[in-house]
């Protein structure tokens, strides 16, 4: 009864010791059944980032309980949290979809006129004396443009081209809340960023505060965001300084 206990709690601390430690976890990335190389695999945890090789294949440092983010250039972000089963021989097996691409319909209508073209008109002879006693002389040159360029036309034209693109769409501060508490855990806060419990509500408000998280947002680039939240991290312990 004693080697038994004994047993079961040998066991039960090794299973511990694993689960807290970082160990190799490894995996395979494919999409529509076929490997899927260039998805960055992002340990939200720890910050760590690798990315997959021609076979769709990775292997990063995680333990227990860690968020692994899947993301990659016109593919659906995916986030995985790691369990017991998944550091064993068959390791992570992620399907990635891809971003539908949507195709504007444009209708071409051709106009057909029905008015027939008027014959060019022909301008009636002139004697020599008309010409010359005219209040305009055609034969001597004044200086005017008779068929001059449309100015307007070509200044509305000019315009057209400095019209300014559309502007990314403003996000509230409610909306990048909601962002940032569907993907990213209290865990990254505290152990990647190292803050205290108390300071994440005024770190993300000074976050908030800088108008790139909005163009961020927008973009829906984890890594990025990411990245930006570590660089602002280093700037919230410079002014608490």
């Not at 976890?25 to 990315?51: C, D, L, M, R, Y």
């Not at 990775?58 to 983010?69: C, H, P, R, T």
């Not at 055609?138 to 100015?151: K, S, T």
């Not at 508490?181 to 419990?197: A, G, I, R, V």
């Amino acid at each position: 009864m004693k080697i038994t206990s004994l047993i079961a709690l040998f066991l039960f601390a090794v299973q511990l010791a694993f689960s807290q430690s970082e160990n190799p976890v490894h995996g395979k990335v494919t999409t529509e059944g076929f490997p899927t190389a260039g998805i960055e695999v992002i340990n939200q945890t720890s910050g760590s980032v690798v990315v997959t090789d021609a076979s769709g294949k990775f292997s990063i440092k995680a333990k227990v309980g860690d968020v692994l983010i899947f993301a990659g250039k016109n593919y659906t972000s995916r986030r995985v949290t790691l369990n017991q089963k998944d550091f064993g021989k068959t390791g992570v097996e992620t399907n990635m979809n891809q971003e539908a691409i949507q195709l504007v319909e444009v209708e071409i209508k051709k106009e057909v006129d029905d008015v027939k073209p008027e014959p060019p008109a022909v301008a009636p002879l002139r004697s020599v004396d008309n010409i010359l006693n005219s209040p305009t002389n055609m034969m001597v040159y004044n200086g005017a443009i008779i068929h001059g360029l449309d100015f307007v036309a070509i200044g509305k034209m000019v315009g057209n081209l400095f019209k300014g693109k559309k502007k990314d769409k403003v996000i509230s501060n409610i909306e990048m809340k909601e962002y940032i508490s569907d993907n990213f855990n209290k865990d990254f806060f505290l152990n990647t960023l190292q803050l205290k419990e108390d300071e994440i509500e005024i770190f993300l408000e000074f976050c908030y505060a800088d108008a790139k998280t909005s163009t961020l947002i927008n973009n829906n680039n984890v890594l990025e965001i990411t990245d930006f939240l570590i660089s602002k991290k280093e700037e919230f312990r410079k002014l608490k300084n």
